[in-house]
């Protein structure tokens, strides 16, 4: 077992959750020694994880919590507490090169078929001879199949897509049988890496401001964030001041 038994989460808690605080390169290197689950945790997350007790036993059983996005460093800090906010899509991609340069085996499940193979075929270009042993869209009948074959396959990472909270579920329901694996949920990270889907430029990315330069892209996307994120931010409100 590769644990790096010398680093020590720590964690700060928002709304019942514990959150990581490691800088970038630290988080990067205690999921890589220590495997299971990595969630990349948003605001919507968060306010799910009040109706869903599942998901609050998920992300407070996960192996490490990464605060993505601005809004979880705001409403950490509402509370007087620090952690750095990291990207997951960042997170994910490095892990990918991590993985790549020890040569491990890397499995890929989620999103639609042709945003799938693109995403496989871009990695394949970017990391040449990168082990991919599974790849299967997120579309599926039967989910235990799919379980079952990426059990098989001896992934070592497992990027899992399928949007929040199917994809905690999946990745907890497989964590047990798959100690040496460690999992991320990469949400619509793989429409990104097929060029289906455009990043927000860097000024928004530095700013913060990604959520708002996607919702304007897509504004489909509007009633996902409101009203959620005022919510969420009169929430974290009301924990500060009840326990003042
Ligand atoms: N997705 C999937 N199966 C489903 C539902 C969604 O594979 O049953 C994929 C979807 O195609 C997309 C990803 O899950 O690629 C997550 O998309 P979303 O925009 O919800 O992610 P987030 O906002 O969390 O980044």
Redesign the pocket.
Known sequence: MLYNNYMERKTERLQDLDIDTFGFEDALEYGFAKRGQVVTLNPEMVMNSKKNIDLKKIINNAELVIPDGVGIEIGLKILGKKAHRIAGIEYAKAMIRKYWENSLPIALV???QE?LELTCANLKKEFADIKIVYAH???FDNEDNVKLALRKSGAKLALI????P?QEQFIYDLKKNMPDTLFIGV?????VWSNKVERAPEFYQKAGLEWLYRTVKEPARFRRIFPTLPLFVLRVIKERICKC
């Open positions: 989620g999103a639609r945003v869209n997120g579309f897509a399928l949007g929040s199917k949400g619509g990270s793989f429409d």
